[in-house]
């Protein structure tokens, strides 16, 4: 059985995490949508993610930090970052595969998905750090 792809969607700003929420679901993702690190934290805790997409320059957070945070739960969970600011990034950090500046191009983003939904392995389980 295939299952969907499920992208953790972070982004405070409603509009832009409910438009993308809708182009992802076109593209038959399962989208868990999250306005903060915190909402983000308990979803991952409640759903198998595939994919991490976050915002950089959350409202009251650090982007990164939540990029952290977020796989230090969930080992080799691929990231995919968007800011405003992409000159003030550093294109190295840390767990982030791929950079994209807003506003976004729809095309790239869903390439960089395909990609990585591609490489998706079955199951999840085999995603979790050996001890």
Known sequence: MKTR??????????????????ALAAENYFVVPAANRDEALRQLEKHPIDILLVDLHPWKEDGRETVQRLTALQ????????????????????????????????????????????????????????S
């Open 5 to 22: 792809t499920s992208i953790l969607l972070v982004d405070d700003d409603s509009m832009v995490r409910q438009a993308l929420e809708q």
């Open 75 to 130: 080992a080799h969970l691929p990231v995919i970052a968007m800011t405003v600011r992409i000159e003030e990034q550093d294109p190295n950090m840390d767990g982030i595969e791929v950079l994209l500046e807003k506003p976004l191009n729809l095309r790239i983003l869903m390439q960089a998905l395909k990609e990585f939904a591609s490489q998706k392995m079955e199951p999840r389980q085999e995603m979790a750090p050996c």
